[in-house]
């Protein structure tokens, strides 16, 4: 998942021909915010050095059948390899609710720095 962002933090740089100072992402609770600004900082290595990363948690929100919506009582077990089918309906009870919001992986914001192009 934080590879997916800093490849595509790596094409709007590339793109750019700038420098990526700043970046303010959108991640859902589903896909573990805080997991993914430590990933974002150990797989952007030097590159990414310099990069501030922004995160804005978004929270879970469901619908279910029985005419729930809203949020849900406790996070889920995120490491499950689906963990949208361990979410319960806390009015009911019942799982394979559908997610409205909280998987969110968005770059919302870039700041950037134009690279001189002159040779050093
Ligand atoms: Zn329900």
Redesign the pocket.
Known sequence: MANRILNALRKISADNRARVLEVNLRIGEINEPRNVKLWLKKLGGEEFRSTKFNIAPVQIEIS?????TGKISSVPNTHSSEPELEIA?P????RG?RLNSGRELEIADVKLQELKCRAQ
């Open positions: 279910c059948a029985c005419g729930y309906c009015k009911c009870g019942k609710v």
